[in-house]
């Protein structure tokens, strides 16, 4: 649990400390490009959800995301997950939920500054990466567990029928 704990403040840590950077350096500014035409750092006030979707909705989106988060933490808990991937992966979305909620709540708006120009994507920030890692990493968990609970079962049905094959001594 102390590790969990620890990732979750580590990603919360981190998201708070480049959003303030990003306010006290690029609010006002213009963009600045990091790789030119591919990376550069814009400052965005995100009132919307993820990637600036559904715009002034902000009640909507603090309701769901502390839902979400609580969630999280009572499956955590009560859950346990039973594998390093998936409380990496709960931690991750965990963080990435909080730091996102710590802004709705005190700014009414998402700092976003991370504008991956080269695809013309959505300006975003470090709480919306953990949380799309985190997500990715769940799945990856899910389908490794399910590829393993199939071997396990298959192997079983294989050694029930060879079982069944041998011929038994009366």
Known sequence: MFYWLLMILGSVGLDQLTKWLAVTRLKGEDSFPLWQDV????????????????????????????VAIIALIIYYFWGRPHDRLTTVALAFITGGGIGNMIDRVLL????????????????????????????????FALFRTAREETRAAQQAEAAESAQEEEPHDD
Do not use: P, Q
């Open 108 to 139: 009414g708006y998402v700092v976003d500054f991370i504008d991956f120009t080269l695809i013309d994507f959505a300006v975003f920030n470090i709480a919306d990466s953990f949380v799309c890692v985190g997500v990715g990493l769940m799945f």
């Open 39 to 66: 990376l550069h750092f814009t400052y965005v006030e995100n009132t919307g959800a993820a990637f600036g979707s559904f715009k002034e909705h902000r009640w909507v989106f603090m309701f769901v995301s502390t």
